[in-house]
């Protein structure tokens, strides 16, 4: 049963006859909480509070939605010493995240060169199911980017210098091991390095509408009217590979020390097994590979900008705000009951919203806390929010992620016709480019929660601040 603890606070009490160790705690408004209750989201949350060593709360964020075993929006902690690692904890897209790009070009300005930007866009950023984009990288120079991430790549040419000091991890996650990727793994990401993928996946060129925070939207470089461009993208067929073939090691795993678990989806090995540690190296291999990624895309997004407006990128202001991963696992400290712990914090579709002052915040916004980007569904705002201190005793220094589905693909398909959204992004003058009708219907509006709920949620639970929404002017997609 589902209680209400504040307006935007609901919780699972514990129940030990079904075998929960801690409660589920849930971000959302009323319209959220109830549309939750429509699939297994809150069903898988229980589940996952039966695993063993998790503390705390079982957290499910206001976008949250049903998953593979986990719930999307769900966020875990597990003792660092006796717990476990759960690759459905961090899903298929390892590493999936979202990184914004200022320029110190208005709408106005851009208005006029619209269209063409977006067809340099869909022309340079390659995207949709299996889209490749031959750079020409050896399995060599792959396994260099799995341990060295960001820096590595903008030393071949691909970014500015001081673009890694703007990502997650310092531009790229520690303990890598790219001999724990399978060559089938490295085979399929090695041609996909710089491109989009399908499904929620997009480029999408933004302009400020509204500031809600002027102080930390001045720290964060952004102003009213300000064209940004937003990437949300992952590590493609290299780290949906390393999940599938780890999801195999670990249900061989469960076989072998006669583990039952509520849904065989939860799998899991516990931290320090060959098992748990082999996944941890390829994970963080994943991870810098959707790092560099998004790197190299932003290159071709800074040369189709030059392509348009006949300037560097470096006049035009193209400098990153930031980016930051929303599927993955790390090891962090927190206090827990008054005691500080070490803790695997596993974050599947929620993103870390640090409060001021951690020492994980690059130094150029470590005094106003960690910018946490948060996309709307395809048509819609996206906003840029700040973590809070709040979120570092409430959910592990944890926010939302997106809008988060409330169709299922092949329900959308079936319920809302593609020419419902393209009159719907023309209507709002919203250049769209896009190789798939079917996926206009999948990823249309419609079938996800409305972001302004999602991220009024957290803010009024007190873990994220809004600093400043966006609206899309164009957007280009699979």
Request: hydrophobic share 35%; glycine share 10%.
């Amino acid at each position: 049963m589902v209680k209400q603890v504040s307006e935007f606070v609901w919780e699972i009490e514990r129940d030990e006859k079904i075998g929960m160790n801690v409660p589920v705690r849930i971000y959302a408004n009323k319209t959220i909480i109830e549309n939750m209750k429509n699939d297994r989201t809150l069903k898988q949350a229980t589940n996952a509070t039966t695993l063993p060593s998790i503390v705390k709360n079982m957290l499910v964020m206001s976008d949250g939605h049903e998953g593979y075993g986990a719930p999307i929006g769900g966020v875990a902690a597990f003792d660092a010493e006796n717990g476990i690692i759960s690759p459905s904890f961090i899903g298929f897209d390892i590493g999936c995240g979202v990184r914004l790009i200022k320029t110190n070009i208005t709408a106005k300005e851009l208005g006029p060169k619209l269209g063409h930007l977006m067809d340099s866009l869909f022309k340079n950023v390659p995207s949709g199911v299996g889209s490749t984009m031959k750079l020409g990288f050896t399995e060599n120079e792959l396994d260099k980017i799995a341990h060295e991430g960001v820096g590595y790549i903008v030393e071949k040419g691909y970014g500015f210098d001081n673009d890694p000091e703007r990502v997650e991890e310092g531009s790229h996650m520690k303990g890598a091991e790219s001999d724990k990727v399978s060559e089938l793994a490295k085979k399929r990401g090695i041609q996909q390095l710089g491109t989009l993928g399908a499904g929620n996946h997009f480029a999408e060129v933004q302009k400020v509408e509204k500031i809600f925070d002027e102080r930390i939207a001045k720290v964060y470089g952004l102003e009213k009217d300000m064209v940004v461009i937003m990437l949300h993208s992952g590590s493609r067929g290299y780290g949906h590979q390393i999940c599938s073939d780890y999801i195999k090691v670990l249900s061989d795993y469960q076989k072998k020390h006669n583990i039952t678990i509520p849904d065989p989806e939860l799998g899991y090995a516990h931290v320090g097994s060959k098992e748990s540690d082999n996944y941890l190296g390829a994970m963080c291999s994943a991870i810098n590979f959707a790092f560099v990624n998004r790197q190299i895309m932003t290159h071709f997004i800074r040369k189709s900008f030059e392509e348009t407006f006949g300037k560097s990128a470096d006049s035009l202001g193209m400098q990153l705000l930031y980016d930051l991963s929303h599927n993955i696992a790390k090891l962090e400290e927190h206090s827990v009951d008054g005691k500080r712990m070490k803790l695997w914090v596993h974050r599947k579709g929620a993103t870390r919203a640090f409060g001021p002052g951690r020492i994980e915040i690059t130094k150029l916004y470590r005094e106003y806390g960690q910018p946490v980007l948060i996309p709307g569904s395809m048509g819609t705002a996206s906003y840029v929010l700040a973590g809070k201190e709040k979120s570092m005793t409430e959910t592990f220094g944890s926010s939302c992620h997106g809008a988060g589905r409330v169709m299922s693909r092949h329900q959308a398909i079936r319920e809302i016709p593609s020419s419902k959204t393209f009159s719907e992004m023309k209507r709002k003058n919203i250049e769209i480019r896009v190789r798939s009708r079917k996926l206009v219907s999948e990823e249309a509006e419609w079938a996800y929660k409305n972001v302004d709920d999602v991220v009024a949620s957290v803010e009024g639970a007190g873990i994220s601040a809004i600093v400043a929404r966006m609206v899309p002017l164009g957007v280009t997609k699979g």
